[in-house]
């Protein structure tokens, strides 16, 4: 069976710290990978999603990257973090395929308070 | 305004209540995700719908696609019902990004 890791489940940074939060899944291949973030009070939003090794699109503008050295692997970073970073982050995957495989499994996420 | 509304926003019921959680959306879709939010964050994906009905367990998600809108039931509601629900559409079947609607929280009272 897969499964989807994160970590680490909460984090608190100072403003202007860099970030890395990392997200690894389990039992299957090449899937597509998605970053989300729910800032409080708002709905979920979609920030990077990779459909392979080194593809990363990005939804977003904004001081954040993504990147995903490995198959299973999806990193998002910041070099330089602000206080409208804050959030719940979420990362998800599903099979590539047809759209029956449009199902998305998402991961425990990360509680990121930048202070 | 959102591209996704529901309602109602906040739902309180006693437990064993029929419930229903209303989803509309003002674009063309080719699915309709529901999603279960538990007060930790984790989320679980309960259903995708492109037309039709689906059933699981006592959960049941119905969607209209002339009119633009889904519904979400749950018979016999427990308190371990009790989560925010989630409505998310993609809107066409090469496009990854997921629309999302701002969630129904629902809260079962023993």
């Known amino acids: 069976s897969q499964t989807i890791h994160q970590w680490p489940a909460t984090l608190v940074q100072p403003v202007g710290s860099p970030l890395s939060l990392e997200c690894t899944v389990e039992g299957t291949s090449n899937p597509n990978l998605y970053w989300y973030r729910q800032a409080a009070g708002r709905g979920l939003q979609l920030l990077f999603y990779?459909?392979?090794?080194?593809?990363i699109s990005s939804e977003v503008p904004q001081n954040l990257s993504a990147s995903r050295p490995q198959d299973r692997q999806f990193i998002l970073s910041s070099k330089k973090l602000l206080l409208s970073d804050s959030g719940f982050y979420l990362c998800a995957w599903r099979k590539t395929g047809t759209w029956e495989y449009n199902e998305q499994f998402f991961g425990p996420g990360t509680r990121l308070t930048v202070l | 305004k959102n591209e996704v509304e529901q309602s109602p926003q906040n739902l309180t019921a006693q437990e064993g209540e029929f419930i229903t959680i209303n989803c509309s959306y003002s674009?063309?879709?080719?699915?309709l995700h529901w999603l279960q939010q538990h007060p930790g964050g984790g989320i679980v994906s309960l259903f995708m719908?492109?037309?039709g009905k689906k059933k699981h367990g006592r959960l049941i998600a119905t969607i209209n696609i002339q009119e633009k809108h889904s519904s979400l039931h749950i018979t016999a509601s427990h308190p371990r019902d009790s989560a925010v629900y989630i409505c998310?559409?993609?809107?066409?079947?090469?496009?990854?990004?997921?629309?999302f609607g701002t969630g129904t929280r629902l809260t079962i009272i023993p």
């Open positions: 990779s459909v392979g090794i080194g593809q």
């Open positions: 719908l492109s037309s």
């Open positions: 674009v063309g879709i080719s699915a």
């Open positions: 998310a559409v993609r809107l066409d079947f090469g496009n990854e990004k997921l629309t």
